[in-house]
């Protein structure tokens, strides 16, 4: 199944304790995204990629890594998480980028306290 | 830069009756707008999306939408609600190849359907 898998759905940390949120897909996608959904904010974006080793900010990179070592991973790091970065996180892919749409994962529920 | 309003945070209507969600969007090229649904505790699920073409868009679960270029306009209808159309809806907008044609998402409506 055409799927991006993204890894923990929900996960309570405290600050500054780094973590990994790791985003997979199985469609061969060169374009994949992270954003962050926030009530009444719609979802912003964070950082986005193109292709393997090929990367950049979106709208809200603050306090967030990416890399793209592999073109079926995207991982999102958050060095040293702080409480404002408490959100709903998605992974998306695409082939075209935007054009066609992307496929989102289910997300991931993050607080940081 | 490219922005999206949806007009009403929050929406309700009757089983069987007329859903309307209102999306306009600014744009300094011709965009790819899409709507996208998201279900409880779900990613979000793309409905319909308009490219080129007929401005008339139909999309899954009987939904429609029709882009009205001089009105930056982008609504979303479907004729009779379904209790099953209960989610969050996302109008969003993508021009900027550049960027990863990057998604710019509206604020969402949520969509209460009454029995």
């Known amino acids: 199944e055409a799927q991006v898998t993204q890894n923990p759905r929900y996960l309570i940390t405290v600050t500054g304790k780094k973590l990994t949120v790791t985003c997979s897909q199985n469609?061969?996608?060169?374009?994949m995204s992270w954003y962050r959904q926030d009530p009444g904010l719609g979802l912003r974006q964070i950082y986005y990629?193109?292709?393997?080793?090929?990367?950049d900010k979106g709208d809200v990179p603050e306090g967030y890594k990416v890399s793209r070592k592999e073109k079926r991973n995207f991982p999102l790091i958050l060095e040293s998480p702080s409480p404002n970065q408490t959100s709903l996180y998605f992974c998306?892919?695409?082939?075209?980028?935007?054009?066609?749409?992307?496929?989102f994962g289910s997300g991931t529920r993050l607080t940081v306290v | 830069a490219q922005s999206v309003t949806q007009l009403g945070s929050h929406v309700s209507v009757s089983e069987g009756a007329l859903v309307l969600l209102r999306c306009n969007y600014s744009?300094?090229?011709?965009?790819?707008l899409f709507w996208y649904v998201q279900y409880p505790n779900q990613g979000l699920q793309l409905l319909l999306k308009?490219?080129?073409?007929?401005?008339l868009v139909k999309g899954i679960n009987g939904f429609e939408a029709e882009f009205k270029k001089s009105e930056t306009s982008f609504h979303l209808t479907k004729p009779s609600a379904h209790m099953s159309d209960a989610a969050e809806y996302f109008c969003?907008?993508?021009?900027?190849?550049?960027?990863?044609?990057?998604?710019?998402f509206g604020g969402g409506t949520r969509v209460l359907v009454k029995p």
């Open positions: 469609m061969n996608h060169e374009y």
């Open positions: 308009y490219t080129t073409g007929a401005t």
């Open positions: 990629s193109m292709n393997v080793e090929v990367t």
């Open positions: 969003a907008v993508s021009e900027d190849k550049a960027a990863g044609n990057k998604l710019t």
């Open positions: 744009s300094s090229v011709p965009p790819y």
């Open positions: 998306a892919s695409s082939f075209t980028g935007g054009i066609n749409g992307y496929t």
